[in-house]
């Protein structure tokens, strides 16, 4: 009994009241009051309360004078605070409402940038850093990225994003085109040697001069050979001579036997 009258006692006392502790305090704030914190809070790296401010701003003055700005800040944002898809959501909004606004091009690179990490932070939460192959990450987030980079480029070819967009963009095509060759070889151990072709000519044919095309050439010719198919499994070996003439898989190939 006594430790409810103690209960029912400091929920008595001004300014304990849970209502109260709920109360919005940003209730009276104008536009440029719930800005000013919004981005005061994000210059100080805090995310969670920059989203919180920037989230009311958005809701009350949809169409006010920090409209637009406040959406980008709040895509990076949730950018910063690793919250992917929903600065990817807000870029989508803010390319649709304001594909006139100077600062147009940042939101296609930072929409870039989130897919870039959400594939990788997709293997960071199962696979230490050191351990961790980004030719296996999500190969989606990865596509995605890639294409909003490309985006920007096309659109922008004078943005100042455009060097680190490329850079990107070299490093996710090596990815991706290593990422099927993990699959062709999966299908190779599974003995789907006609996938396991398929797949690594698809590397050949789009995604040329990266790292992964010569053994994606070995796997082609030994799928081939397994398959009896000789013709391709020379012409896969002829061009693999031609273009890397002391790459291990050619002897591999040479002396694989089919029973």
């Known amino acids: 009994m006594r430790n409810l009258v103690f209960f029912l006692v400091i929920f008595s006392l001004p300014g304990c009241s849970y209502f109260d502790e709920k109360e919005d305090h940003t209730k009276n704030w104008n536009a440029d009051r719930l800005y000013a914190e919004a981005k005061g809070n994000l210059d100080a790296g805090n995310y969670s309360q920059a989203i919180d401010f920037y989230q009311r701003l958005e809701a009350r003055y949809p169409f006010g004078k920090h409209a637009q700005q406040a959406l980008l800040d709040l ?34 690179y930072l929409k870039g940038l989130a897919n870039f990490n ?29 294409q909003d980079f490309s985006e920007l480029i096309k659109r922008f070819p004078e943005s100042q994003y ?7 963009m070299r490093h996710l095509r090596n990815n991706l085109a290593e990422n099927e060759v993990h699959v062709a070889n999966y299908y190779m151990r599974r003995g789907a040697f ?38 391709l499994a020379n012409d896969a070996i002829r061009v693999l001579k031609l273009n890397y003439p002391n790459h291990p898989g050619i002897y591999q190939v040479e002396e694989l036997e089919v029973k």
């Open 75 to 108: 895509a990076y944002s949730y950018f910063k605070s690793e919250q992917h898809d929903a600065s990817i959501s807000a870029c989508s909004r803010f390319i649709k409402l304001y594909p006139q606004n100077l600062h147009i091009d940042y939101a296609y």
């Open 118 to 146: 959400k594939g990788k932070a997709s293997i960071q939460r199962f696979v230490p850093d050191e351990f961790a192959d980004e030719s296996q990450r999500d190969p989606g987030a990865a596509f995605e990225s890639f």
């Open 162 to 168: 455009i060097e680190d967009a490329e850079q990107r």
């Open 194 to 231: 006609i996938a396991a072709a398929n797949r690594a000519r698809y590397v050949i044919e789009n995604y040329d001069r990266t790292p992964v095309v010569p053994e994606a050439l070995v796997i082609m010719a030994k799928a081939y050979r397994v398959l009896e198919m000789e013709d």
